[in-house]
C-alpha cells in the first residue's frame, strides 16, 4: 500500500519538481542528462524510454509510437518540444537509435506475434515444405517413409502428424525448430541425440535399467525434442510480450531489432535448456513443467541484468 501511494505520490508530484530542480542545477533536460549519464544500449535506451514515456509532454509520449519513417521528425519535433539547438548533431543521433530500438522492439513484437497467429497447414505446400526441411537436417541418413508417419517421434513430435503439435504457437513454432536446425546444425543433432538416448548412469543399476527398458530405451532424462522446442517458443515470445527481452536486445542491436535476432534468442535457450536438463538430473519427464518453471526463472533473472547478451555465440566462448 504504501509503496503504490508513494509511487503514484512520485510520478504526480515529486518527479516534475525533481526534474526542474536538476534542470535548474544542470541547465540540461532528462533526456540530455540520461544521454551523458548512461552507456550506449540498454541502460541508456530504458532511460530515454522511462523519460518519455512519463512526459506530460504529447509530443514527447508520441515518440514512442512512431513508425520507423516518422522518427526523423519525430527527433527535430522532441529537440523543439525540449528547447535543444537543432545543430546538436550528437543528441539528435543519440535520440534517433533510441526510438529505433524502442518503436522496433513494438515492431518486432507484432511481426513475432503475426506468425504465431498463423495456423499450421499441411495443404500450404510452404509449410509442408519447412517440415520436411526439419526432418531432414535432423535426420539427414534417414528418409521418411510416408508424410504421417510415427518417424516423427524420432525427432519428439507427439504423434504420426507433427500439425497437431503447432496449435500453441501456430507456424512460429515450426520456423524456430527449422531456424535452429539450419543454422546450428551439429548442435540441433547433438541435443537430439541427448534427448533420444540420455546416460543412463552406471555400474549394476545402470545394466539392469537398460535390461529393462532395452526395446525403448525409456529413461529419466529423456524429453521430447520438437516438443521442447516449441514450448522453448512460447518462453521466448512470452519474454518478448512483456518486455523481458528488451535489455538484452537493446544491447544486441544497435537500431531496429529484427526476427532474426528473436531467432538467435530462441536458439540461446534450446541450447541452454539442454544443459540445464541434464545438470538437474530430473526424476522424470513427468516433472517437466517443474523444471520448465525453474529454467524460466533462471532465465528471467538474467535478463534483469542491464548489460545481458544472451546468444548462442556468446555461450560458446571458451
Not at 516518422?70 to 534517433?96: A, G, P, S, Y
Not at 512470452?238 to 536458439?267: D, I, R
Not at 536438463?277 to 517443474?290: C, D, G, K, T, V
Request: aromatic share 12%; glycine share 6%.
Amino acid at each position: 500500500m504504501l509503496v503504490h501511494l508513494w509511487g503514484f505520490l512520485y510520478s504526480s508530484y515529486f518527479r516534475f519538481w525533481l526534474k526542474w530542480l536538476w534542470r535548474l542545477l544542470t541547465g540540461k533536460c532528462e533526456l540530455q542528462r540520461v544521454f551523458e549519464g548512461a552507456k550506449e544500449g540498454a541502460r541508456r535506451t530504458l532511460g530515454i524510454e522511462r523519460s518519455l514515456g512519463s512526459s506530460k509532454s504529447k509530443v514527447l509520449r508520441n515518440a514512442l509510437n512512431a513508425d520507423e519513417t516518422e522518427i526523423e521528425k519525430c527527433v527535430r519535433d522532441v529537440m523543439k518540444e525540449k528547447k535543444i539547438e537543432q545543430k546538436d548533431i550528437r543528441f539528435k543521433t543519440n535520440l534517433h537509435m533510441s526510438l529505433l530500438q524502442i518503436t522496433g522492439y513494438k515492431k518486432l513484437y507484432l511481426d513475432v506475434e503475426n506468425l504465431r497467429k498463423v495456423t499450421y497447414d499441411s495443404d500450404n505446400e510452404e509449410h509442408e515444405e519447412q517440415l520436411i526441411e526439419l526432418w531432414n537436417l535432423l535426420m539427414p541418413h534417414e528418409n521418411l517413409k510416408a508424410r504421417i508417419t510415427k518417424q516423427w517421434c524420432d525427432i519428439g513430435f507427439q504423434g504420426d502428424d507433427p500439425k497437431t503439435d503447432f496449435r500453441g504457437m501456430g507456424l512460429l513454432g515450426l520456423v524456430n525448430l527449422v531456424y535452429f536446425s539450419k543454422h546450428y546444425t551439429n548442435e540441433a543433432r547433438q541435443i537430439l541425440s541427448h534427448s533420444n538416448h540420455p546416460k543412463l548412469g552406471d555400474g549394476i543399476d545402470s545394466l539392469l535399467s537398460f535390461l529393462l527398458d532395452a526395446c525403448s530405451l525409456v529413461s529419466k532424462y529423456k524429453y521430447s525434442y520438437a516438443i521442447v522446442g516449441i514450448n522453448l517458443t512460447e518462453m521466448a515470445y512470452s519474454l518478448l510480450k512483456n518486455g523481458a527481452l528488451k535489455s538484452h536486445l537493446y544491447n544486441m542491436v544497435p537500431g531496429l531489432p529484427q526476427m532474426e535476432h528473436f531467432h538467435q534468442f530462441y536458439c540461446y535457450l534450446v541450447y541452454e535448456f539442454d544443459k540445464f536438463w541434464f545438470e538437474e538430473e530430473p526424476e522424470s519427464i513427468m516433472h517437466f513443467n517443474q523444471y520448465r518453471e525453474k529454467f524460466h526463472d533462471k532465465i528471467k533473472g538474467l535478463l534483469l541484468d542491464y548489460d545481458v547478451i544472451l546468444t548462442l555465440q556468446n555461450t560458446k566462448k571458451p
